[in-house]
């Protein structure tokens, strides 16, 4: 082949090339481009930028974008390769084409060199790649909008699932506590069938609440250590009630040279052999289910080997590959009245991957099933298996200081409660602003501190608390509803001592208090509440009374005045989450939502809690279209437990006899509001529980309707630690009471 037409076919090769090829010489001058530099920068021909400068090119073409950065692009590149740098690649976008849109681009620079390895140019190759560039953010957009609508399905799963067990739990409680000797046999069988019947309906939604855990990747797995033998006999027991009657055999068999002791999360321990021995049961007749625990190592690793085997219907070959999918129940018509979802195999197959092991089943159709699963084994600590050992009970000093934090009076009311089953009368404050406040009037051994508070929130309240050289030491807890994996770290690494999760558990609080209060506590202790539970407050099947005190360190007075101040102040906290919505505030919106979630979780309302939750989620993944429909539902059903809830403590008040008072009894009452009140907005000690008792008190007695009403007005505000709107109101009533007289 001739030298000119080897140069012709590479020229044909060039310029049908849909890359941008570009040649430069040692001065940076343009040697050679393709068509395709020229149909993309608007350049007329190849003449009108050969043997010319970058500079140049940018004068004459430089109104053009893609030109412009074309150029910059390129000097850039030119300086480098000349310095010495060899092959250079990179992506990058230009403004190009006739829609002018942004396109990308793939760029390699290589550099020419001479016979002597001298630079003598730059060769630069722009390859297209815009449309994978825009099919891989498709299929992102699509993979984002998938894992969108799951995310959303396992909420309403999870939302669901504890709205309907809340009820259930409730059913089976109270079946439990009924009368069933005067019940005839068929009374007695149908009892029993609901009974049944509503275990098993409880078994279903707690398969679809781990489900949508497991889904929205919120399972975690929590390792202890834990004795296996002690797991399988519990196992055991509770299977060989569950088949008593039936002919059926149950066996567990646990080889020798099982580790006493495993280091492993042991509910899911306990949720993957039940499980198998439950689907076990469920599908066998008669014959036995047999449990064979054992230990194997393969591939140089050590597992438990749990086998379960049964005489049941078995499986048919086909299905075998579809067993561990998702709502999957085979052979309807044969296994006709065998109840559930078909995700506990499911569920199983799940946990066993996610704690990196494996599950095998073997089967012949009408003769038996086997599932085999490995677990990894890692040996525990017998020493250090939980048993929950209370901390002897912590009576503090009678001088001891504690500020509790929070924007919430409801939470503050039940801190309090808490507090002085421990001899603690503890200060508040509402706002990280009036907290700074109080600690620069007063010393405190010990401050309790909220998370989500507007405008000042825990964190940054705390780290302007720090900068005080007499607080850089104190110990400071935070408490918060926020209870997910990695507050822990966040409140610590914030400079805080540590964390209480809302509802207050009281053996936690203990074990903070013995640690962080200072020595030498007083051995008296507190003296027990006698105010007893109303009956309708007990018979109110929206609030869990016994959890609600539970909350609040069994404090019976603590608590029904934490259901008088919720009562009195949760209306603007509702109204709040409406008004930050149609506004949408999201961030607002989300800190009134996480604040509700804790105070109905603290009362006992467990279901609120529950709704408020959901909302917070959809408000912090930016699920904005979850709040605009569920929100009107959440708050009309919050202020109907309000309303409810308020009706019987109020019918509760009315029961009882009131005194009638004159103008000499309320004016004295009004200047012992005002004289506590002062006490209490100085931070004074003892000055709130003035103003209980004043409150209380005031309560015993009535005046005219106005005045009745104009009281209670200021014993709400006293309950609420509003001092400052108390002291407004008492001041305004002694005023018009003297321009009377």
Same mark, same amino acid.
């Given at each position: 082949?001739?030298?000119?037409?080897?140069?012709?076919?590479? /020229?044909?090769?060039?310029?049908?090339?849909?890359?941008?090829?570009?040649?430069?010489?040692?001065?940076?001058?343009?040697?050679?481009?393709? /068509?395709?530099?020229?149909?993309?920068?608007?350049?007329?021909?190849?003449?009108?930028?050969?043997?010319?400068?970058?500079?140049?090119?940018?004068?004459?073409?430089?109104?053009?974008?893609?030109?412009?950065?074309?150029? =910059?692009?390129?000097?850039?590149?030119?300086?480098?390769?000349?310095?010495?740098?060899?092959?250079?690649?990179?992506?990058?976008?230009?403004?190009?084409?006739?829609?002018?849109?942004?396109?990308?681009?793939?760029?390699?620079?290589?550099?020419?060199?001479?016979?002597?390895?001298?630079?003598?140019?730059?060769?630069? %190759?722009?390859?297209?790649? =815009?449309?994978?560039?825009?099919?891989?953010?498709?299929?992102?957009?699509?993979?984002?909008?998938?894992?969108?609508?799951?995310?959303?399905?396992?909420?309403? !799963?999870?939302?669901?699932?504890?709205?309907?067990?809340?009820?259930?739990? @409730?059913? $089976?409680?109270?079946?439990?506590?009924?009368?069933?000797?005067?019940?005839?046999?068929?009374?007695?069988?149908?009892?029993?069938?609901?009974?049944?019947?509503?275990?098993?309906?409880?078994?279903?939604?707690?398969?679809?609440?781990?489900?949508?855990?497991?889904?929205?990747?919120?399972?975690?797995?929590?390792?202890?250590?834990?004795?296996?033998?002690?797991?399988?006999?519990?196992?055991?027991?509770? &299977?060989?009630?569950?088949?008593?009657?039936?002919?059926?055999?149950?066996?567990?068999?646990?080889?020798?040279?099982?580790?006493?002791?495993?280091?492993? *999360?042991?509910?899911?321990?306990?949720?993957?052999?039940?499980?198998?021995?439950? /689907?076990?049961?469920?599908?066998?007749?008669?014959?036995?289910?047999?449990? $064979?625990?054992?230990?194997?190592?393969?591939?140089?690793?050590?597992?438990?080997?749990?086998?379960?085997?049964?005489?049941?219907?078995?499986?048919?070959?086909?299905?075998?590959?579809?067993?561990?999918?998702?709502?999957?129940?085979?052979?309807?018509?044969?296994?006709?009245?065998?109840? #559930? =979802?078909?995700?506990? !195999?499911?569920?199983?197959?799940?946990?066993?991957?996610?704690?990196?092991?494996?599950?095998?089943?073997?089967?012949?159709?009408?003769?038996?099933?086997?599932?085999?699963?490995?677990?990894?084994?890692?040996?525990?600590?017998?020493?250090?298996?939980?048993?929950?050992?209370?901390?002897?009970?912590?009576?503090?000093?009678?001088?001891?200081?504690?500020?509790?934090?929070?924007?919430?009076?409801?939470?503050?009311?039940?801190?309090?409660?808490?507090?002085?089953?421990?001899?603690?009368?503890? *200060?508040?404050?509402?706002?990280?602003?009036?907290? !700074?406040?109080?600690?620069?009037?007063?010393?405190?051994?010990?401050?309790?501190?909220?998370?989500?508070?507007?405008?000042?929130?825990? %964190?940054? &309240?705390?780290?302007?608390?720090?900068?005080?050289?007499?607080?850089?030491?104190?110990?400071?807890?935070?408490?918060?509803?926020?209870?997910?994996?990695?507050?822990?770290?966040?409140?610590?690494?914030?400079?805080?001592?540590?964390?209480?999760?809302?509802?207050?558990?009281?053996?936690?609080?203990?074990?903070?208090?013995?640690?962080?209060?200072?020595? #030498?506590?007083?051995?008296? &202790?507190?003296?027990?509440?006698?105010?007893?539970?109303?009956?309708?407050? $007990?018979?109110?099947?929206?609030?869990?009374?016994?959890?609600?005190?539970?909350?609040?360190?069994?404090?019976?007075?603590?608590?029904?005045?934490?259901?008088?101040?919720?009562?009195?102040?949760?209306?603007?906290?509702?109204?709040? %989450?409406?008004?930050?919505?149609?506004?949408?505030?999201?961030?607002?919106?989300?800190?009134? %939502?996480?604040?509700?979630?804790?105070?109905?979780?603290?009362?006992?309302?467990?279901?609120?809690?529950?709704?408020?939750?959901?909302?917070?989620?959809?408000?912090?993944?930016?699920?904005?279209?979850?709040?605009?429909?569920?929100?009107?539902?959440?708050?009309?059903?919050?202020?109907?437990?309000?309303?409810? $809830?308020?009706?019987?403590?109020?019918?509760?008040?009315?029961?009882?006899?009131?005194?009638?008072?004159?103008?000499?009894?309320?004016?004295?009452?009004?200047?012992?509001?005002?004289?506590?009140?002062?006490?209490?907005?100085?931070?004074?000690?003892?000055?709130? *529980?003035?103003?209980?008792?004043?409150?209380?008190?005031?309560?015993?007695?009535?005046?005219?309707? *106005?005045?009745?009403?104009?009281?209670?007005?200021?014993?709400?505000?006293?309950?609420?630690?509003?001092?400052?709107?108390?002291?407004?109101?008492?001041?305004?009533?002694?005023?018009?009471? @003297?321009?009377?007289?």
């Amino acid at each position: 082949m001739t030298s000119c037409r080897h140069e012709q076919y590479l /020229n044909m090769l060039l310029e049908s090339s849909v890359d941008i090829i570009i040649l430069f010489d040692r001065n940076g001058y343009i040697a050679y481009c393709s /068509n395709s530099f020229l149909s993309m920068a608007g350049i007329p021909t190849a003449a009108a930028v050969k043997d010319t400068s970058l500079k140049e090119i940018y004068e004459r073409y430089g109104y053009d974008e893609f030109v412009a950065e074309f150029v =910059t692009h390129a000097i850039q590149r030119f300086s480098k390769v000349k310095s010495g740098e060899r092959l250079l690649v990179d992506d990058s976008m230009f403004h190009a084409g006739g829609d002018r849109k942004r396109r990308f681009f793939t760029v390699q620079t290589t550099p020419l060199l001479d016979q002597s390895d001298a630079f003598d140019g730059m060769m630069v %190759v722009y390859h297209d790649i =815009t449309e994978l560039v825009r099919a891989q953010k498709q299929a992102e957009e699509a993979q984002r909008q998938a894992e969108a609508a799951n995310q959303s399905k396992s909420r309403f !799963l999870a939302s669901m699932s504890h709205e309907i067990r809340t009820p259930m739990n @409730a059913i $089976l409680g109270m079946g439990e506590l009924m009368r069933t000797d005067n019940f005839d046999e068929l009374q007695k069988r149908y009892f029993s069938d609901i009974q049944k019947m509503s275990r098993t309906l409880l078994e279903i939604i707690n398969d679809i609440l781990d489900f949508s855990k497991i889904e929205a990747g919120k399972l975690e797995l929590v390792p202890v250590h834990f004795s296996l033998l002690a797991l399988l006999d519990h196992i055991y027991s509770l &299977t060989s009630f569950t088949i008593k009657g039936q002919p059926l055999e149950f066996k567990i068999d646990a080889a020798k040279g099982l580790p006493e002791t495993l280091y492993s *999360d042991e509910t899911r321990w306990r949720q993957i052999i039940t499980n198998l021995v439950s /689907n076990a049961v469920k599908y066998t007749r008669r014959g036995y289910v047999r449990v $064979l625990v054992d230990r194997v190592c393969k591939d140089g690793k050590d597992y438990i080997k749990i086998m379960v085997t049964d005489t049941g219907i078995g499986i048919k070959p086909e299905d075998l590959p579809k067993l561990f999918g998702l709502f999957q129940q085979f052979d309807q018509e044969k296994n006709k009245g065998i109840v #559930g =979802t078909g995700l506990g !195999l499911s569920i199983t197959k799940r946990l066993v991957d996610m704690m990196g092991g494996e599950i095998a089943v073997e089967s012949e159709y009408g003769k038996g099933t086997a599932f085999t699963v490995l677990l990894p084994l890692i040996e525990g600590n017998s020493a250090e298996i939980q048993t929950r050992q209370n901390t002897p009970k912590f009576i503090a000093s009678a001088d001891a200081q504690v500020l509790v934090v929070d924007d919430n009076a409801t939470n503050l009311t039940v801190a309090l409660g808490f507090l002085e089953t421990h001899n603690i009368r503890a *200060d508040t404050a509402m706002s990280g602003r009036e907290a !700074l406040e109080k600690l620069r009037c007063k010393r405190y051994d010990l401050i309790f501190m909220d998370h989500m508070m507007p405008e000042m929130d825990g %964190v940054e &309240t705390v780290k302007r608390i720090r900068a005080l050289d007499e607080y850089r030491e104190t110990p400071i807890i935070a408490l918060s509803a926020n209870a997910v994996r990695g507050m822990g770290e966040l409140f610590i690494n914030a400079g805080m001592n540590g964390f209480i999760s809302k509802p207050i558990d009281g053996e936690q609080l203990n074990r903070v208090l013995s640690r962080w209060l200072p020595t #030498g506590a007083s051995s008296a &202790t507190p003296a027990e509440s006698d105010h007893e539970i109303p009956e309708a407050l $007990l018979r109110f099947s929206e609030l869990d009374v016994t959890k609600g005190i539970s909350y609040i360190g069994n404090n019976a007075a603590s608590y029904l005045k934490a259901l008088h101040t919720f009562c009195t102040t949760a209306g603007a906290s509702i109204a709040g %989450v409406s008004a930050f919505l149609s506004a949408e505030n999201w961030e607002d919106y989300r800190i009134k %939502v996480h604040g509700l979630k804790g105070v109905f979780a603290s009362i006992g309302a467990d279901t609120l809690s529950q709704q408020a939750r959901f909302l917070e989620s959809a408000a912090k993944t930016g699920n904005y279209a979850v709040c605009r429909a569920e929100t009107e539902a959440f708050c009309k059903e919050a202020f109907r437990f309000k309303d409810a $809830l308020t009706e019987i403590l109020s019918s509760q008040q009315k029961g009882s006899a009131k005194r009638k008072g004159d103008r000499k009894t309320l004016a004295e009452l009004l200047r012992r509001f005002q004289e506590y009140g002062n006490g209490a907005a100085r931070g004074m000690i003892g000055m709130s *529980d003035k103003l209980d008792e004043l409150s209380a008190e005031a309560e015993t007695i009535t005046f005219d309707a *106005d005045a009745d009403r104009r009281l209670q007005d200021i014993c709400l505000s006293a309950l609420s630690f509003d001092y400052a709107g108390m002291l407004e109101k008492t001041d305004k009533f002694i005023a018009q009471m @003297a321009a009377v007289e």
